[in-house]
Nanobody, 123 residues
Framework: QVQPVESGGGLVQAGGSLRLSCAAS????????MGWFRQAPGKEREFVAA????????YYADSLKGRFTISRDNAKSTAYLQMNSLKPEDTAVYYC????????????????WGQGTQVTVSS
């Protein structure tokens, strides 16, 4: 079992960057695929990015390709989400999630979730 804990959120101006971190407890972090999701007020949770257990495969929401980058460091049991050229519409609570086996884009397939970190982008 793994417990994700997000950090790195905050307030940033439009056009700025943030890097979110997801530290996961447990000795088997490297066997888990990791995903990032976000939920804006009044909206459903949506897929942002996912990465396979070795980091060889990455997946992105089409609308975010080119601005967001997911990565992981298994030696540190941490996954990252680098967010560049941020826009006000990126404002949301960002969640990190973990699952065994391959990475997927469906939130329902991730059993382990962090509590989220708030990202606010001002115009």
């Amino acid at each position: 079992q793994v417990q994700p804990v997000e950090s790195g959120g905050g307030l940033v101006q439009a056009g700025g960057s943030l890097r979110l971190s997801c530290a996961a407890s447990g000795r088997t972090f490297s066997s888990y695929a990791m995903g990032w999701f976000r939920q804006a007020p009044g909206k459903e949770r949506e897929f942002v990015a996912a990465i396979s257990w070795r980091g060889a495969d990455t997946y992105y929401a089409d609308s975010l390709k080119g601005r967001f980058t997911i990565s992981r460091d298994n030696a540190k049991s941490t996954a990252y989400l680098q967010m560049n050229s941020l826009k006000p519409e990126d404002t949301a609570v960002y969640y990190c999630a973990a699952r065994n086996y391959r990475a997927t884009t469906a939130a329902s397939e991730y059993p382990y979730w962090g509590q989220g970190t708030q990202v606010t982008v001002s115009s």
